[in-house]
């Protein structure tokens, strides 16, 4: 497709299981970036990669959340024993990494934690 | 600490008339600033950009304005129609246009007939 794919919409998860959503960003895009949005709020960064490369993992709340982008294309962020604070929209982006290209955004994954 | 405030959480314009919608942030180093917009279920989409080496950009019927000195930047919608109802989210970066975007909270515009 054109835009960015996140996959699953919808994940339901009892408290301590782990989980994968992926992302499939537009093809020749070289930047990837992964947001939480909570209810209410704006979506905040968590980390960044360059092709293969996770440049900055800043954001990631704990390390039970970890992300890969292994043949620098799909992505998949990882969240270990979830928890319910964990629940939020994880919203996938990509660019061209050209400078002025602005980020192009998923649908997101909504994730309950119950 | 919120670098990136969107004090109105919600705005209703008759359609037709201007929308304004307003972002203030605190940190001097930002330099590059951006609208997202987005419906329900779905991602942001980009709206518009604008870095400090401008106080405005015009596209179409959406135009920013930035006020460096006062930390202040406004998204103009004229003339509004019901279909921009929707969130909009302000967002900064001291990088650049593709790096680590700081967001707002967003402002839900809503266009009445």
């Known amino acids: 497709g054109a835009g960015v794919s996140q996959s699953p919409r919808y994940k339901v998860a009892k408290r301590g299981q782990d989980v994968a959503l992926r992302c499939d960003p537009i093809?020749?895009?070289?930047?990837l970036f992964w947001y939480q949005q909570a209810l209410g709020q704006g979506p905040e960064f968590l980390t960044y990669?360059?092709?293969?490369?996770?440049?900055?993992k800043s954001g990631l709340p704990s390390d039970r959340f970890f992300a890969e982008r292994p043949e620098g294309s799909v992505s998949t962020l990882k969240i270990q024993r979830t928890q319910q604070e964990d629940s939020a929209v994880y919203l996938c982006?990509?660019?061209?990494?050209?400078?002025?290209?602005?980020?192009?955004f998923g649908n997101g994954t909504r994730l309950t934690v119950t | 600490d919120q670098q990136v405030k969107q004090n109105s959480p919600s705005l209703s314009v008759q359609e037709g008339r201007i929308s304004i919608l307003n972002c203030d942030y605190t940190n001097s180093m930002f330099d590059y600033f951006l609208w997202y917009k987005k419906y329900p279920a779905e991602g942001p989409t980009f709206l518009i950009s604008i870095s400090s080496i401008k106080d405005k950009n015009e596209d179409g019927r959406f135009t920013v304005f930035l006020n460096k000195s006062a930390k202040h930047l406004s998204l103009h919608i004229v003339p509004s129609q019901p279909g921009d109802s929707a969130v909009y989210f302000c967002?900064?970066?001291?990088?650049?246009?593709?790096?680590?975007?700081?967001f707002g909270t967003g402002t839900r515009l809503q266009v009445f007939p």
């Open positions: 990669f360059q092709n293969e490369a996770q440049l900055d």
């Open positions: 967002a900064a970066s001291a990088v650049g246009f593709t790096d680590k975007l700081i």
């Open positions: 982006a990509s660019s061209l990494d050209t400078g002025n290209s602005p980020l192009h």
């Open positions: 093809s020749g895009h070289v930047s």
